[in-house]
């Protein structure tokens, strides 16, 4: 920006003179092996790739620019960042940072994002580019419900399974932009990275300023294609840890079974109903500690509450564990409630603007971790607790965004730097904890899926993908997140009808046939449901565990969009084709309608495949090309859920 081209442009840094003009000049061109981490921010990793550094230099100011970018063998895919230095005598001041910037040579894109709101999470939206920019964003402190640090840009005949689409995602938790500009001659630029909004960095002589990673990719092979890619960058390229490629444990979460109302003799007879049936992870959600009966209070006060637990975490980990069963734990550790003793010793620990009221959101505030003392108090609450009892597995969950931001601790010309030290205050005390403790399963959650990002889904192996836990929204919320993100990172749960959240009632077997698709679990009274249920319960955890390492790992096509009518279906396909489950639900009870009949893909043309719930086989090719034939029960959200396995 400040030449002949007048479009905004990728970064904007101020010199000392007040100067916004850069003029960005070769110094060299570097390619090496592998792919270098980026300082204090989750990124990819690859062996087997390789990276190009493009060095340049301000001619005035002594900025030093150098753009990243990784090629890896196995994906089709370019990880894009960008590191300022200051080179000069005088301090810079970076305005805009974007991680990534594409030009192309015209328009004739749609472009795809995946908005929402809470319960509404990841809906896909497609709009043609026009003239000017179109844009989606957060300046909430978190990549949020609202919209998702991702877009896409495909041909207007792109479809799930055919036609050119470029998809970029962010690796990033926080503020986020991602929008297009089309300027008169109907040329497109993308850009992706950090927002400007609210945003200044100051960079001393000497000092760097390392931006978030793009991701971008390629398909010829439309939507799927692109989500393929995305999968792919995640399991073998960003998702870390002892459960990076493992079966999940099955779980059950006492949150919509007894939300605050609960003490330890409850807790025990949901697990013990849940141990019969074959769930392995018990998980104790909000409520356990300080004085917590509703949200009002105790966030930042990590102290087990003796009144529900007497006992203590440690014995009630001992008797969860004595039923074969492994423990998990809910904390909310990046909050504090103003009715807390955490409040009363540090009140100026949670970000808030100085002489203004402090705006509550769900009755909490949120600490300001761009302050060093105050992340090592976070991570000390969540370690002294998972040091002292055998925790096997951590919710971590964040509910509220920020409002009058400022922080008590940093100079008033570097209050724009808040967020963003939020989040590298955030992920550096995310990185301690889970190298710490390699052995927990981390599930990051936010509102239900208001941080479900890439960044957040290197410390944490899996997301919970939303609050809303009805089969028919579920159906939306993990098609939409699809795009990005493989069914291994999406925490989703069987729970009570009718729906807490929309009142709906679904068949329990619809209900299972959704969540199986991601991380799966139950949410709620297993002791309230009749014989037949808990028999039929069994059954699907049986056939998880049987299916589950195709179902969380194998590759995942999109088939019909429940955003274009009123069907759902995908296909899992085992990384050999021997093996895949499909799903088919439709929403609204339909009368007088035919078998229904879906075109396959994913599977080996040259094998054949029995459906094993009907006993019938195919060959690969018929099923692809003319489609798989099948009768759906009646009733609404009736749906299907069939496993196809290939004969010898
Ligand atoms: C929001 C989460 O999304 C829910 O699953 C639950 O953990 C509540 N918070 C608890 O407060």
Same mark, same amino acid.
Request: aromatic fraction near 10%.
């Given at each position: 920006?400040?030449?002949?081209?007048?479009?905004?442009?990728?970064?904007?840094?101020?010199?000392?003179?007040?100067?916004? !003009?850069?003029?960005?000049?070769?110094?060299?061109?570097?390619?090496?092996?592998?792919?270098?981490?980026?300082? @204090?921010?989750?990124?990819? %990793?690859?062996?087997?790739?390789? !990276?190009?550094?493009?060095?340049?230099?301000?001619?005035?100011? =002594?900025?030093?620019?150098?753009?990243? &970018?990784?090629?890896?063998?196995?994906?089709?895919?370019?990880?894009?960042?960008?590191?300022?230095? /200051?080179?000069?005598?005088?301090?810079?001041?970076?305005?805009?940072?974007?991680?990534?910037?594409?030009?192309?040579?015209?328009?004739?894109?749609?472009?795809?994002?995946?908005?929402?709101?809470?319960?509404?999470?990841?809906?896909?939206?497609?709009?043609?580019?026009?003239? =000017?920019?179109?844009?989606?964003?957060? $300046?909430?402190?978190?990549?949020?419900?609202?919209?998702?640090?991702?877009?896409?840009?495909?041909?207007?005949?792109? !479809?799930?399974?055919?036609?050119?689409?470029?998809?970029?995602?962010?690796?990033?938790?926080?503020?986020?932009?991602?929008?297009?500009?089309?300027?008169?001659?109907?040329?497109?630029?993308?850009?992706?990275?950090?927002?400007?909004?609210?945003?200044?960095?100051?960079?001393?002589?000497?000092?760097?300023?390392?931006?978030? *990673?793009?991701?971008?990719?390629?398909?010829?092979?439309?939507?799927?294609? +692109?989500?393929?890619?995305?999968?792919?960058?995640?399991?073998?390229?960003?998702?870390?840890?002892?459960?990076?490629?493992?079966?999940?444990?099955?779980?059950?979460? /006492?949150?919509?079974?007894?939300?605050?109302?609960?003490?330890?003799?409850?807790?025990?007879?949901?697990?013990?109903?849940?141990?019969?049936?074959?769930?392995?992870?018990?998980?104790?959600?909000?409520?356990?500690?300080?004085?917590? /009966?509703?949200?009002?209070?105790?966030?930042?006060?990590?102290?087990?509450?003796?009144?529900?637990?007497?006992?203590?975490?440690?014995?009630?980990?001992?008797?969860?564990?004595?039923?074969?069963?492994?423990?998990?734990?809910?904390?909310?550790? *990046?909050?504090?409630?103003?009715?807390?003793?955490?409040?009363?010793?540090?009140?100026?620990?949670?970000?808030?603007?100085?002489?203004?009221?402090?705006?509550?959101?769900?009755?909490?505030? $949120?600490?300001?971790?761009?302050?060093?003392?105050?992340?090592?108090?976070? &991570?000390?609450?969540?370690?002294?607790?998972?040091?002292?009892?055998?925790?096997?597995?951590?919710?971590?969950?964040?509910?509220?965004?920020?409002?009058?931001?400022?922080?008590?601790?940093?100079?008033?010309?570097?209050?724009?730097?808040?967020?963003?030290?939020?989040?590298?205050?955030?992920?550096?005390?995310?990185?301690?904890?889970?190298?710490?403790?390699?052995?927990?399963? %981390?599930?990051?959650?936010?509102?239900?899926? @208001?941080?479900?990002?890439?960044?957040?889904?290197?410390?944490?192996?899996?997301?919970?993908?939303?609050?809303?836990?009805?089969?028919?929204?579920?159906?939306?919320?993990?098609?939409?997140?699809?795009?990005? %993100?493989?069914?291994?990172?999406? @925490?989703?749960?069987?729970?009570?009808?009718?729906?807490?959240?929309?009142?709906?009632?679904?068949?329990?077997?619809?209900?299972?046939?959704?969540?199986?698709?991601?991380?799966?679990?139950?949410?709620?009274?297993?002791?309230?449901?009749?014989?037949?249920?808990?028999?039929?319960?069994?059954?699907?955890?049986?056939?998880?565990?049987?299916?589950?390492?195709?179902?969380?790992?194998?590759?995942?096509?999109?088939?019909?969009?429940?955003? *274009?009518?009123?069907?759902?279906?995908?296909?899992?396909?085992?990384?050999?084709?021997?093996?895949?489950?499909?799903?088919?639900?439709?929403?609204?009870?339909?009368?007088?309608?035919?078998?229904?009949?879906?075109?396959?893909?994913?599977?080996?043309?040259?094998?054949?495949?029995?459906?094993?719930?009907?006993?019938?086989? &195919?060959?690969?090719?018929?099923? +692809?090309?003319?489609?798989?034939?099948?009768?759906?029960?009646? =009733?609404?959200?009736?749906?299907?859920?069939?496993?196809?396995?290939?004969?010898?």
């Amino acid at each position: 920006f400040g030449f002949s081209d007048m479009r905004e442009g990728a970064f904007t840094v101020r010199a000392a003179s007040g100067s916004r !003009t850069s003029d960005l000049r070769f110094v060299s061109a570097t390619a090496q092996e592998g792919k270098p981490a980026l300082g @204090g921010l989750p990124a990819t %990793f690859a062996s087997d790739a390789k !990276t190009l550094r493009l060095v340049l230099r301000d001619v005035v100011s =002594g900025l030093r620019v150098t753009l990243c &970018y990784t090629i890896f063998e196995d994906v089709d895919a370019i990880a894009r960042s960008v590191l300022f230095e /200051n080179e000069g005598a005088s301090d810079l001041h970076i305005e805009r940072a974007m991680s990534l910037c594409l030009d192309l040579t015209d328009a004739d894109y749609e472009l795809i994002t995946l908005s929402g709101a809470w319960s509404r999470e990841r809906e896909v939206i497609r709009r043609p580019l026009a003239p =000017g920019e179109t844009s989606v964003s957060s $300046v909430r402190g978190a990549s949020s419900l609202q919209a998702s640090p991702f877009v896409a840009l495909a041909r207007p005949d792109a !479809t799930e399974c055919a036609g050119e689409v470029i998809g970029a995602a962010l690796v990033y938790s926080g503020n986020f932009y991602a929008g297009v500009h089309v300027d008169q001659h109907r040329m497109a630029r993308l850009m992706l990275g950090l927002h400007d909004h609210d945003f200044e960095w100051a960079l001393a002589p000497r000092e760097t300023f390392q931006t978030p *990673e793009a991701l971008l990719t390629y398909s010829a092979e439309g939507f799927n294609g +692109m989500s393929a890619q995305f999968h792919r960058l995640c399991a073998e390229h960003l998702v870390r840890g002892k459960y990076a490629h493992a079966p999940r444990p099955i779980l059950i979460n /006492n949150w919509e079974a007894t939300y605050f109302n609960f003490d330890e003799e409850k807790l025990l007879t949901i697990a013990k109903t849940a141990a019969k049936v074959g769930v392995e992870l018990f998980v104790l959600d909000d409520g356990w500690f300080g004085r917590r /009966n509703d949200d009002t209070t105790s966030l930042g006060d990590w102290q087990v509450d003796e009144r529900k637990l007497p006992h203590g975490l440690g014995s009630l980990a001992e008797q969860i564990h004595g039923l074969g069963l492994k423990l998990g734990l809910w904390f909310e550790p *990046e909050m504090i409630s103003v009715q807390s003793k955490l409040y009363r010793a540090h009140p100026d620990w949670c970000i808030h603007a100085e002489g203004y009221e402090r705006v509550e959101y769900r009755q909490q505030l $949120v600490l300001d971790l761009s302050r060093a003392e105050v992340c090592e108090h976070v &991570y000390r609450s969540v370690r002294d607790i998972l040091a002292a009892s055998p925790i096997d597995y951590v919710k971590w969950d964040m509910n509220r965004n920020f409002t009058d931001i400022g922080s008590a601790a940093l100079p008033p010309e570097r209050q724009k730097e808040l967020a963003h030290r939020y989040m590298l205050g955030l992920y550096g005390v995310l990185e301690r904890l889970t190298t710490e403790f390699p052995d927990v399963l %981390f599930e990051s959650c936010a509102s239900g899926g @208001g941080r479900f990002d890439l960044g957040m889904l290197y410390y944490m192996p899996q997301t919970w993908c939303s609050d809303n836990t009805d089969a028919v929204s579920r159906g939306r919320i993990q098609y939409g997140s699809s795009m990005v %993100f493989p069914p291994f990172s999406m @925490g989703a749960h069987v729970s009570a009808v009718p729906n807490h959240q929309t009142g709906r009632i679904t068949p329990l077997a619809t209900r299972a046939s959704v969540a199986m698709s991601g991380c799966f679990g139950y949410e709620l009274d297993l002791n309230a449901l009749s014989a037949e249920e808990i028999q039929e319960v069994a059954r699907q955890i049986e056939r998880v565990k049987k299916l589950r390492q195709t179902l969380l790992y194998g590759r995942f096509y999109r088939l019909r969009s429940p955003f *274009e009518g009123d069907e759902t279906a995908w296909i899992t396909v085992a990384p050999d084709q021997r093996e895949a489950v499909l799903l088919f639900m439709r929403a609204m009870a339909r009368a007088n309608t035919m078998p229904e009949l879906v075109r396959l893909y994913g599977l080996n043309a040259d094998m054949r495949y029995r459906v094993e719930e009907t006993g019938e086989s &195919y060959g690969g090719d018929q099923l +692809m090309r003319q489609g798989l034939c099948f009768a759906l029960p009646t =009733g609404d959200a009736a749906s299907v859920s069939l496993t196809l396995r290939a004969l010898e």
